[in-house]
């Protein structure tokens, strides 16, 4: 009867942990393309229960880009050009977010890192390699320079305009965390290909759309990730847009600090 009972015990056991490895899960989920959020398309048309449902770690922007989002252990955080941190509730609207479900597969120890680019090339060189979509996390204490960009009324302009009137935050060195994401290469047509790093500090006061940064002795930690869902808006106005054509420089001109553009 005992043996019975740990027979049974077992195979409880041996069902479940397939349960348990599906919760392991490698993809990234994208709401909309960044042709269309450079093209001015800045309608809410993802909620934020359809982002949390997909992800608890990530970035993206606000619906008529109200500011920087940094999603952190599963809270929606929004950086305005105010600067003034807001954690999001379910109201929240976006159009054009980056998600994933963080679970770490390795961890990058950085001895310093001088500037983004730095950090950039560094991470470039230690990576498994660059053809796969990888969430980056690096906590600790570190120098940030972050920026948001204003709140925009229709008719909405393209991004690259719009990014003239950030704002641009010093926050000095403070604790925090980076929220990261690599694109490779050939995803250029969809997203930001290379890192796109938003910042969000350990109080949650501060935070933004990284345009650099420099540390010494902290680790990433690193989400290889091997999915991508992509999610296109329902809208009609998405029908409309014109999102033919090649946009990298438009896309250097909204990552980049202002002065880093060459
Ligand atoms: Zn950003």
């Given at each position: 009867m005992r043996a019975r009972v740990l027979l049974?015990?077992?195979l409880v056991l041996a069902l479940a942990a397939p349960v348990r490895a599906g919760g392991k899960d490698d993809?990234?989920?994208?709401?909309?393309?960044?042709?269309?959020l450079l093209a001015g398309d800045y309608a809410g048309s993802f909620g934020a229960g359809e982002i949390l449902a997909k992800g608890n770690f990530g970035l993206?922007?606000?619906?008529?880009?109200?500011?920087?989002m940094v999603v952190l252990?599963?809270?929606?955080?929004q950086v305005p050009a105010s600067g003034q941190v807001r954690r999001m509730d379910a109201a929240a609207k976006s159009?054009?977010?980056?998600?994933?479900?963080?679970e770490p597969d390795l961890r990058l120890p950085v001895a310093s890192a001088a500037n983004l680019e730095d950090l950039d090339r560094q991470l470039d060189a230690a990576l498994p390699g660059l053809n796969r979509f990888y969430a980056l996390r690096l906590d600790g204490r570190m120098r940030v320079k972050a920026r948001s960009v204003p709140r925009q009324?229709?008719?909405?302009?393209?991004?690259?305009e719009v990014v003239k009137e950030q704002s641009v935050f010093d926050l000095g060195e403070l604790e925090g965390t980076l929220v990261g994401l690599r694109c490779p290469a050939f995803a250029a047509s969809l997203n930001?290909?290379?890192?796109h790093w938003h910042f969000l500090s350990k109080d949650r006061t501060r935070g933004g759309h990284v345009l650099d940064c420099s540390f010494t002795n902290l680790s990433v930690a690193v989400d290889r990730l091997s999915s991508?869902?992509?999610?296109?808006?329902?809208?009609?106005?998405?029908d409309g847009l014109d999102l033919s054509g090649d946009r990298s420089a438009q896309v250097k001109a909204v990552e980049k600090s202002p002065e880093a553009k060459k």
């Open positions: 049974t015990l077992l993809r990234l989920f994208q709401a909309s393309v960044l042709p269309a993206g922007t606000f619906e008529n880009l109200d500011g920087e252990d599963g809270v929606i955080w159009p054009f977010a980056c998600v994933a479900f963080f009324d229709k008719p909405w302009r393209p991004l690259a930001v290909s290379g890192y991508l869902e992509l999610r296109l808006p329902k809208a009609a106005a998405f």
